[in-house]
């Protein structure tokens, strides 16, 4: 079956850290990657995507994130942190073998930034 | 530009009652997504649609059921509330092609009691 997997539940960073979160999927073929951004009480907002390409994908806010085919991952980064980056995080994937059109989400990771 | 629209924004409902949450989009769009978001789980996919006529199984589509009547409705009913379906409900729809942006509903929370 198809699943996405967020390592990090819970990250809580100093303002100017850098941050990395992680993301992998479990299935092969053609995929198309995504990570959300939501801020308390709003709904879900696109950072990045990735479609096909370089595998360093900017977004926006200074996001990045890196498709690595061979380790199923698309791991998102910024390298310094502000107080409003303070949301959850969700990285998802459509397609795998057959490119059903099924979109599947990660379990999420909270990221609280202190000030 | 409506995007997609869900209705209702809030609901509580008792235990046994039925529902239907309304999501309707008017961009044309082939594929139609409903998700239940519930804290520390993420969005879980209950049904989605590929175009008119067609629904398929999400991860977690007991206790819901789908139609699509019309490229632009994709309503899910709650035939006997739970609950374990105390959640925020999301639709979402996109057009065929792969590179093409997903497009998401402001959310219908729904609580029963």
């Known amino acids: 079956a198809q699943s996405v997997s967020q390592h990090n539940h819970h990250v809580i960073l100093s303002e100017a850290a850098s941050l990395e979160l992680g993301c992998n999927y479990s299935y092969g073929g053609t995929v198309n990657l995504f990570w959300y951004v939501q801020y308390p009480g709003q709904h879900l907002q696109l950072l990045l995507k990735?479609?096909?390409?370089?595998?360093l994908v900017k977004g926006i806010k200074g996001f990045e994130a890196e498709f690595i085919k061979s380790k199923f991952s698309f791991n998102l980064r910024k390298p310094s942190v502000q107080w409003s980056d303070t949301a959850e995080y969700f990285c998802?994937?459509?397609?795998?073998?057959?490119?059903?059109?099924?979109?599947?989400f990660g379990q999420g990771t909270t990221l609280q930034v202190k000030p | 530009n409506a995007g997609v629209t869900q209705t209702p924004k809030f609901r509580i409902l008792k235990i046994g009652q039925s529902m239907t949450l309304q999501c309707t989009q008017d961009m044309n769009h082939n594929y139609m997504y409903w998700y239940r978001q519930d804290p520390g789980m993420g969005l879980k996919l209950i049904y989605y649609?590929?175009?008119?006529?067609?629904?398929d199984k999400g991860e977690v589509p007991n206790g819901y059921n789908v139609s699509r009547s019309t490229t632009e409705d994709f309503p899910l009913r709650l035939e006997l509330a739970a609950p374990s379906q105390t959640s925020v409900y999301f639709c979402?729809?996109?057009?065929?092609?792969?590179?093409?942006?997903?497009?998401f509903g402001e959310g219908s929370w729904l609580t029963v009691v």
């Open positions: 998802a994937v459509i397609g795998g073998s057959g490119n059903t059109g099924k979109l599947i």
């Open positions: 979402a729809s996109r057009q065929v092609g792969g590179r093409n942006t997903i497009y």
């Open positions: 649609s590929v175009g008119a006529g067609i629904t």
């Open positions: 990735y479609f096909s390409g370089d595998p």
